[in-house]
């Protein structure tokens, strides 16, 4: 049986606000409430703090660091009036972050401190370190993705060699690493780490929320698609998400079935322009964009799907755990995903879902029309996908496997100061 314990997670990234939509931000608040449930105590630091009242967690600093956020804010738009690299503002503010919340954390904590330190890895991030040796407590990392790599690749990053260099120093001091995925734990150990410090931890979905039973029929009658079939896709939109394939893919399925829609639930970054591809594609009519929704809507939302999409881009390491797709398969839709990554683990093509090749609009195109021209087999994919969640990617089984991992290192230094020698 594990050990309970008490654990402050950190979540430094100015961009995961706690109460977002976003697929980190659910991240950070479900796994945090599954180890609240696993019977652990849990305070939470983040410059972004907004909990809501039903969750189980505490917050260590209710405050925002204005005095942070107010001259980033200043200097991007010096810096993107001036056309110069305006990400160096917020890279300059999470640099700060680190030492701004230093002092404030140990005064907060001085008279019940951690037994140990969870840290979701974010850029400059190195509170975590900082406050486990202040308190001599064992440091767990928590790795979604190489930050320095992504930020790098997908959003611009300025100080690239620095950010590089404060993520292998967290990463080789790190008592633990808990990674969402085989492919990252294979490019973790490839930075030096020891393969038996890196553990396994997949994200998942809440069973209870995301289930069939909640209906989609008020979600259909909210859009207009009663008595459709509904191609569906839900989260971020990004430009890795492949949402602009799932367009035209959707085309082609509308000239088999000129009654389908496609339902569209998030915003993001890219909305604009797969809004401007609709229009030019003469689509309107077919296609439904909900913008943001709260993700106490989603289970609805996706219930409403008759097809969910997950039509990842291609990537060179394909190192994400996606929570879309688990939720998808707890829903019970009929799951249509990109064969990459971590995906082909979870599912089997023909299995649990149909896995469609990576940036092919014709290969995911196919597997949409065998879809829908075959409800038995969206029922009997759909029944499968729940049952392989319900047995193997539960928020709760990944604060288990996370559980375990902290009792074991604390039981570990616990054992190691009661054998040390008073001076």
């Known amino acids: 049986m594990e050990l309970a314990v008490n654990l402050l997670y950190i979540c430094s990234d100015f961009g995961i606000p706690l109460g977002g ?3 980190a931000s659910i ?8 180890l609240c449930e696993s019977g652990h105590d849990v305070s939470i630091l983040s410059p972004r703090p907004s909990l809501g009242l039903d969750h189980p967690a505490s917050l260590l600093l209710a405050q925002s660091p204005r005095e942070l956020t107010e001259p980033a804010d200043r200097l991007r738009r010096y810096m993107k009036d001036r056309e110069l690299p305006h990400e160096l503002a917020g890279e300059i503010r999470s640099l700060q972050y680190n030492e701004w919340v230093a002092s404030r954390a140990l005064d907060a904590l001085r008279d019940n401190p951690p037994d140990v330190v969870v840290e979701r890895l974010s850029l400059f991030g190195h509170a975590g370190l900082d406050l486990s040796s202040e308190f001599g407590c064992p440091l767990v990392i928590e790795v979604n993705a190489l930050m320095s790599e992504e930020a790098a690749t ?3 990053l300025q100080m690239q060699p620095l950010a590089k260099q404060i993520e292998d120093r967290v990463l ?14 294979g490019a973790i150990c490839e930075r030096g780490v020891a393969p038996s410090k890196v553990h396994l931890v997949p994200n998942g979905a809440d069973v209870e929320a995301f289930d069939p039973g909640v209906g989609g029929t008020a979600i259909r009658g909210q859009y207009g698609l009663e008595d459709r079939f509904v191609i569906g896709f839900a989260g971020s939109l990004k430009s890795w998400h492949g949402v602009d394939l799932l367009i035209f893919a959707f085309r082609n399925v509308l000239a088999e079935d000129s009654e389908a829609r496609l339902l569209i639930v998030g915003t993001g970054p890219t909305e604009q322009a797969l809004k401007d591809q609709v229009q030019l594609l003469k689509l309107s009519h ?3 964009f909900t913008g943001a929704v709260d993700h106490s809507k989603m289970p609805a939302c996706l219930c409403a799907m008759d097809v969910a999409v997950a039509p990842f881009r291609s990537a060179e390491c394909f190192y994400f755990s996606p929570i879309k797709l688990f939720e998808y398969m707890a829903s019970g839709c009929c ?3 990109s064969n990459l990554g971590q995906i082909e683990d979870v599912i089997g093509d023909g299995e649990h879902g149909l896995l469609c090749a990576p940036d092919n609009v014709e290969s995911l195109t196919q597997k949409l029309l065998l879809a829908r021209n075959d409800p038995s087999l969206r029922k009997r994919l759909a029944s499968a996908a729940r049952a392989r969640v319900e047995r193997d990617f539960t928020w709760r089984l990944a604060a288990m496997t996370t559980g375990n991992v902290l009792s074991g290192l604390v039981s570990r230094s616990d054992a190691v100061s009661s054998n040390r020698v008073p001076a």
């Open 27 to 34: 991240h950070v608040r479900s796994i945090t409430r599954a």
């Open 286 to 288: 077919a296609v439904v």
């Open 335 to 337: 799951v249509v995903a």
């Open 21 to 23: 939509t976003k697929g």
């Open 154 to 156: 997908h959003r611009g």
């Open 172 to 185: 080789g001091r790190a008592d633990a690493i808990l990674a969402v995925s085989q492919s990252l734990r």
